[in-house]
């Protein structure tokens, strides 16, 4: 069993990771614009929909990846996700109010841009 935590870990790691870079930069390529403005809306959701019955920032991935972690005896898991793969990834401590503020505006700013590309054609003049 625990090889199989070990896969779903490395799993949780790639995916969630392409899922966040995908979330920050897939507005940039004209073909993944609908699917990023789709990825940020599920995350949205997610955030401060579950986010109400769960806490803000629920993430279902970060809740089943940790879920995976602790069956692996990882203890001390911080709150948020991006915090955890900085410590992880980078091997760097930097403070989770840093890293929570640095998540929001990465997310909303992402989003603004999504929204203005995506939508942008609707509204010019012709």
Do not use: Q
Request: proline content about 2%; hydrophobic content about 50%; some cysteine.
């Amino acid at each position: 069993m625990t090889t199989l935590y070990h896969i779903l870990d490395w799993f949780f790691l790639v995916f969630h990771s392409l899922l966040i870079l995908f979330n920050i930069f897939g507005w940039m390529w004209k073909p993944t614009r609908k699917a990023n403005l789709v990825t940020l809306t599920l995350t949205g959701l997610s955030w401060f929909v579950l986010g109400i019955f769960y806490g803000i920032g629920y993430c279902p991935l970060t809740d089943w990846h940790f879920d995976v972690l602790r069956n692996l005896g990882v203890e001390n898991l911080p709150v948020s996700y991006i915090k955890y793969l900085i410590d992880r990834i980078l091997n760097v401590n930097i403070n989770a109010n840093y890293v929570e503020v640095g998540t929001g505006v990465g997310f909303f700013v992402a989003l603004i841009i999504s929204v203005n590309v995506n939508f942008n054609k609707m509204f010019k003049k012709h």
